[in-house]
């Protein structure tokens, strides 16, 4: 597609429930980010994929949060055993190019509109 | 990955200039700067990225002095549709952090 693609768009799920949220990139895009924000508040960093590399994690809040991107492409971010402060929107970026320096130019990434999650 | 710094608010009115100054005191040689703008209910949208000294497009212009410890990003005459968060990053090779960003609150 022409842009990043989440679905689903809007999820109410109870509580202890588990989540997934899917993130198709834009075609070609090597970098990946998932990002979280809470209501009236700012980015808060989850995950980042680059290419074939590890996965930078450090963001995950615990281990209920996980995800994997498959393919290179399409990434899953699952959340287990909801809790009412997961409640937010998910928000799911990518990039052409990333983790190499000295190039032209810089990195620019894409946002999608976001999953949003409410647990009740 | 440097950090930055820009004010939590700003309040204009339409048909000013806004100019909004982002501090980055620990770039590295490689970043680039890059700001971009959020609407409720979306996502960040890229506005502007530069290097060194300016650029403009069609939305925006950004100055950075030669040291590039900060950089200013200009919105000529806004209106009420520009009513958003600013967000100022500087880096961009691997993941991105987003500071608490600016917001902009356009009044008639």
């Known amino acids: 597609g022409a842009g990043v693609s989440q679905s689903p768009s809007n999820k109410v799920t109870e509580k202890g429930k588990d989540v997934e949220l899917r993130c198709d990139p834009i075609?070609?895009?090597?970098?990946l980010y998932w990002y979280r924000q809470s209501l009236g508040q700012g980015l808060e960093f989850l995950i980042y994929f680059q290419g074939n590399s590890a996965p930078d994690k450090s963001g995950l809040p615990s281990d209920r949060f996980s995800a994997e991107r498959t393919g290179g492409s399409v990434s899953t971010l699952t959340i287990q055993r909801t809790q009412q402060e997961d409640s937010a929107v998910y928000l799911c970026?990518?990039?052409?190019?990333?983790?190499?320096?000295?190039?032209?130019?810089?990195?620019?990434?894409?946002f999608g509109e976001g999953s949003w999650l409410t647990v009740v | 990955l440097a950090k930055t710094t820009q004010p939590i608010s700003m309040d204009s009115y339409e048909g000013q200039e806004v100019n909004i100054t982002c501090s980055h005191n620990n770039i590295a040689t490689n970043d680039y700067i890059t700001w971009y703008q959020q609407f409720p209910s979306q996502g960040p949208r890229f506005i502007i990225q530069g290097y060194k000294t300016k650029v403009t497009n069609e939305v925006a212009s950004l100055f950075i002095p030669a040291d590039r410890k900060s950089s200013t990003l200009s919105l000529p005459r806004v209106s009420l549709s520009d009513t958003a968060v600013y967000y100022c990053?500087?880096?961009?090779?691997?993941?991105?952090?987003f500071g608490a960003g600016t917001r902009l609150a356009v009044h008639p």
């Open positions: 970026a990518s990039s052409i190019w990333g983790g190499d320096r000295g190039t032209s130019s810089g990195n620019t990434i894409y």
């Open positions: 075609s070609g895009h090597t970098a």
């Open positions: 990053l500087v880096g961009g090779y691997n993941k991105l952090i």
